[in-house]
């Protein structure tokens, strides 16, 4: 097959390995990390993306079959219904049945939930893709923010937007690391534990599994773990196990 891959930077090294033994044809285009906390421009985005797609004026893909694929597949979970709503006038669209990355991460919604379980929630997940590209919990995060805000707002004011800014973080007490096979540099696990120490959180590891994500890139798209999204449809959040469904 041929998949045109619209996929978050988290996921670069997991499925810059998994792409190099892929039986199928892919063009990945890769978008910043972080517009999960945007989700109405993370939904503007894709849908720019996917409509450049669906004309064939992709500026991602190249070579003489632009526009020309068998699906457009999403490396993206539901991340605060920000896939929810895009279309493909031309293409089906398949998207894993996850809440958010760290499933793609852990390999199914149900391992997810059962660490979820475990450990209460309050977990805070690093793995390479995202130390590389967002600002961890971290005292070099802290000491940039810090030094940005001391300069534009001077350090009495900068101490206080620091304080007021890192309210969220009272709701975690646990950085986790996740380990994904046959991705062993870089090794951030002493990364993640220099954070731990730095915040006052516990530190866990926990073996990542690529299953979900081979398998999203390889069409291994059953019913249970992926949604098929047929052309001219979209999807929506489904408050049962299945997570995303197609909208009426």
């Known amino acids: 097959m041929r998949l045109k891959v619209l996929a978050c930077k988290v996921l ?42 669906d004309s064939g004026d992709d500026p991602f893909s190249c070579g003489e079959h632009v526009g020309d694929f068998d699906a457009i597949v999403l490396g993206y979970g539901l991340c605060s219904n920000g896939i929810c709503g895009v279309s493909s006038k031309r293409y089906p669209i398949v998207v894993p049945r996850a809440h958010d990355c760290v499933t793609l991460f852990l390999g199914s919604k149900e391992r997810y939930r059962e660490i979820f379980d475990k450990t209460g929630g309050g977990v805070f997940w690093y793995t390479p893709g995202w130390i590389e590209n967002s600002l961890v919990p971290s005292e070099e995060t802290y000491r940039k923010k810090l030094a940005a805000y001391t300069q534009k707002y001077g350090e009495e004011n900068a101490e206080y937007l ?6 969220w973080m009272e709701d975690y007490s646990a950085v986790a690391y996740v380990e994904m096979p046959g991705i062993h540099y870089p090794d951030y696990r002493g990364y993640s534990r220099e954070c731990a120490k730095f915040l006052g959180w516990d530190h866990r590891e926990f073996s990542g599994d690529d299953t979900l994500l081979h398998d999203l890139i390889a069409g291994n798209w059953d019913e249970e773990r992926f949604l098929i999204i047929p052309p001219g449809k979209t999807c929506e959040q489904s408050f049962k196990n299945g997570i995303i469904k197609v909208a009426d």
Do not use: V
Request: a negative charge; one cysteine or more; proline letters at 4%.
């Open 162 to 167: 620091m304080e007021m800014e890192q309210k």
């Open 12 to 53: 670069t090294r997991e499925l810059g390995f998994l792409s190099a033994s892929c039986p199928n044809y892919l063009d990945i285009t890769w978008l910043r990390q972080g517009y999960h906390d945007e989700p109405d421009r993370l939904r503007s985005i894709l849908q720019e993306c996917i409509d450049k797609i």
